[in-house]
Protein backbone atom coordinates (compact mmCIF):
# COMPACT_ATOMS: atom_id res chain seq x y z
CA UNK A 1 0.00 0.00 0.00
CA UNK A 2 1.37 3.61 -0.69
CA UNK A 3 2.12 6.15 1.40
CA UNK A 4 -0.31 8.33 -0.42
CA UNK A 5 -3.22 5.22 0.25
CA UNK A 6 -2.55 4.49 4.13
CA UNK A 7 -2.54 8.78 4.91
CA UNK A 8 -5.98 8.78 2.48
CA UNK A 9 -7.50 5.92 5.06
CA UNK A 10 -5.71 7.05 8.09
CA UNK A 11 -8.41 10.33 7.25
CA UNK A 12 -11.07 8.76 6.59
CA UNK A 13 -11.23 6.97 9.52
CA UNK A 14 -9.97 9.64 11.43
CA UNK A 15 -14.06 11.60 9.43
CA UNK A 16 -15.72 7.81 10.89
CA UNK A 17 -15.13 9.09 14.19
CA UNK A 18 -15.72 12.65 13.75
CA UNK A 19 -19.46 11.38 12.58
CA UNK A 20 -19.35 8.78 15.49
CA UNK A 21 -18.73 11.05 18.37
CA UNK A 22 -21.58 13.48 16.79
CA UNK A 23 -24.16 10.68 17.15
CA UNK A 24 -25.96 10.43 19.94
CA UNK A 25 -25.81 6.66 20.83
CA UNK A 26 -23.70 4.59 22.91
CA UNK A 27 -23.02 2.08 20.26
CA UNK A 28 -22.07 4.00 17.18
CA UNK A 29 -24.43 2.18 14.23
CA UNK A 30 -22.69 2.30 11.11
CA UNK A 31 -25.79 2.24 9.21
CA UNK A 32 -26.12 5.81 10.64
CA UNK A 33 -22.38 6.57 10.23
CA UNK A 34 -22.99 6.14 6.70
CA UNK A 35 -26.29 7.87 6.01
CA UNK A 36 -24.81 11.00 7.26
CA UNK A 37 -21.75 10.22 4.55
CA UNK A 38 -24.75 10.14 2.45
CA UNK A 39 -26.21 13.62 3.83
CA UNK A 40 -24.89 16.87 2.22
CA UNK A 41 -25.81 18.82 5.57
CA UNK A 42 -24.83 16.60 7.98
CA UNK A 43 -21.74 16.65 6.04
CA UNK A 44 -21.40 20.21 5.84
CA UNK A 45 -21.97 20.65 9.68
CA UNK A 46 -19.05 18.99 10.03
CA UNK A 47 -17.01 21.28 7.94
CA UNK A 48 -16.66 19.38 4.77
CA UNK A 49 -16.11 20.24 1.55
CA UNK A 50 -16.15 19.76 -1.87
CA UNK A 51 -12.28 18.73 -1.49
CA UNK A 52 -13.30 16.64 0.88
CA UNK A 53 -15.26 14.45 -2.15
CA UNK A 54 -12.59 11.34 -2.15
CA UNK A 55 -11.99 11.14 1.58
CA UNK A 56 -15.86 11.12 1.91
CA UNK A 57 -16.02 8.77 -0.58
CA UNK A 58 -13.88 6.10 0.91
CA UNK A 59 -15.43 6.37 4.30
CA UNK A 60 -18.44 5.73 2.47
CA UNK A 61 -16.45 2.52 0.91
CA UNK A 62 -15.01 1.73 4.40
CA UNK A 63 -18.79 1.67 5.95
CA UNK A 64 -20.01 -0.13 3.68
CA UNK A 65 -17.41 -2.59 3.12
CA UNK A 66 -17.82 -3.27 7.42
CA UNK A 67 -22.41 -3.56 6.89
CA UNK A 68 -21.08 -5.92 4.20
CA UNK A 69 -18.96 -8.48 7.07
CA UNK A 70 -21.85 -8.08 9.55
CA UNK A 71 -20.55 -5.35 11.52
CA UNK A 72 -23.19 -3.09 13.14
CA UNK A 73 -21.01 -0.80 14.88
CA UNK A 74 -18.36 1.58 15.64
CA UNK A 75 -17.20 -0.68 18.92
CA UNK A 76 -17.46 -3.87 17.08
CA UNK A 77 -14.57 -2.75 14.84
CA UNK A 78 -12.40 -0.96 17.28
CA UNK A 79 -12.58 -4.53 19.43
CA UNK A 80 -11.40 -6.36 16.34
CA UNK A 81 -8.85 -3.88 15.68
CA UNK A 82 -7.59 -3.79 19.66
CA UNK A 83 -7.61 -8.07 18.84
CA UNK A 84 -5.25 -7.78 15.89
CA UNK A 85 -2.78 -4.98 18.22
CA UNK A 86 -3.20 -7.85 21.03
CA UNK A 87 -2.00 -10.58 18.58
CA UNK A 88 0.79 -8.53 17.21
CA UNK A 89 2.09 -7.74 20.43
CA UNK A 90 1.91 -11.33 21.39
CA UNK A 91 3.89 -11.88 18.34
CA UNK A 92 6.75 -9.59 19.50
CA UNK A 93 6.61 -10.58 23.05
CA UNK A 94 4.78 -13.71 24.44
CA UNK A 95 5.58 -13.54 27.55
CA UNK A 96 3.82 -10.43 30.31
CA UNK A 97 6.13 -7.90 31.12
CA UNK A 98 7.47 -7.13 34.15
CA UNK A 99 7.53 -11.09 35.28
CA UNK A 100 8.07 -13.06 32.17
CA UNK A 101 4.77 -14.66 32.87
CA UNK A 102 3.33 -17.10 29.70
CA UNK A 103 0.95 -14.86 27.45
CA UNK A 104 -1.07 -17.45 25.34
CA UNK A 105 -2.84 -16.59 22.11
CA UNK A 106 -7.15 -17.88 21.94
CA UNK A 107 -8.47 -18.29 19.13
CA UNK A 108 -12.31 -18.14 18.81
CA UNK A 109 -12.59 -21.62 18.72
CA UNK A 110 -11.25 -22.27 21.84
CA UNK A 111 -8.07 -23.39 21.06
CA UNK A 112 -4.44 -21.15 21.18
CA UNK A 113 -1.37 -20.50 19.57
CA UNK A 114 2.52 -20.51 20.13
CA UNK A 115 3.80 -17.33 19.08
CA UNK A 116 5.57 -18.38 16.27
CA UNK A 117 2.45 -20.34 15.03
CA UNK A 118 0.98 -16.41 15.09
CA UNK A 119 3.53 -15.15 13.58
CA UNK A 120 3.68 -17.63 10.41
CA UNK A 121 -0.41 -17.35 10.26
CA UNK A 122 -0.73 -13.33 10.75
CA UNK A 123 -1.89 -13.48 7.45
CA UNK A 124 -4.89 -15.85 7.65
CA UNK A 125 -5.40 -14.15 11.15
CA UNK A 126 -5.60 -11.26 10.48
CA UNK A 127 -8.18 -11.65 7.79
CA UNK A 128 -10.67 -14.20 9.76
CA UNK A 129 -10.70 -11.68 12.92
CA UNK A 130 -11.24 -8.82 10.44
CA UNK A 131 -14.17 -10.13 7.99
CA UNK A 132 -15.36 -12.56 11.48
CA UNK A 133 -15.02 -15.89 9.50
CA UNK A 134 -15.28 -19.10 11.50
CA UNK A 135 -12.47 -21.19 10.02
CA UNK A 136 -10.35 -21.56 13.12
CA UNK A 137 -8.27 -18.83 12.39
CA UNK A 138 -10.22 -16.09 14.21
CA UNK A 139 -8.48 -14.68 17.32
CA UNK A 140 -10.08 -13.87 20.75
CA UNK A 141 -7.87 -12.49 22.91
CA UNK A 142 -4.86 -12.70 24.80
CA UNK A 143 -4.07 -13.50 28.40
CA UNK A 144 -1.37 -15.20 30.75
CA UNK A 145 -1.34 -18.34 31.29
CA UNK A 146 -1.05 -18.61 35.12
CA UNK A 147 -1.54 -22.20 36.41
CA UNK A 148 -2.50 -25.78 35.42
CA UNK A 149 -1.42 -27.86 32.43
CA UNK A 150 0.59 -27.11 29.46
CA UNK A 151 -1.21 -25.55 26.75
CA UNK A 152 -0.86 -26.91 23.55
CA UNK A 153 -0.36 -25.03 20.48
CA UNK A 154 -3.65 -25.95 18.11
CA UNK A 155 -0.90 -25.76 14.99
CA UNK A 156 2.20 -27.46 15.92
CA UNK A 157 1.49 -28.97 18.99
CA UNK A 158 4.63 -27.10 20.93
CA UNK A 159 3.45 -27.06 24.97
CA UNK A 160 2.98 -23.70 26.38
CA UNK A 161 4.06 -23.87 29.98
CA UNK A 162 2.00 -22.21 32.77
CA UNK A 163 4.02 -19.19 34.84
CA UNK A 164 3.04 -21.87 38.31
CA UNK A 165 2.77 -24.79 36.89
CA UNK A 166 0.05 -27.50 38.07
CA UNK A 167 -1.44 -26.50 41.47
CA UNK A 168 -0.90 -29.35 43.81
CA UNK A 169 2.18 -30.51 42.36
CA UNK A 170 5.45 -29.14 44.28
Same mark, same amino acid.
Given at each position: ?21 ? &?????? !? ?9 ? +?????? %? +? ?6 ? &? ?14 ? %? ?21 ? !????? +?? #???? &? #? ?25 ? &? ?15 ? !? ?20
Amino acid at each position: MAGTEKVMIVRALEFIDAIGSN &LAEVEK !PLKAIREALED +GEALAY %L +GATDEDQE &LIELAHDLITNRLKRG %LVTLGQVSKRNETLVKVREYIRN !PVAWP +GG #YPVV &L #YMADGECLCSKCAKENYRLISQATRDN &LRDGWQAAGTAIHWEGE !PLVCAHCSTEIESAYGIPGDE
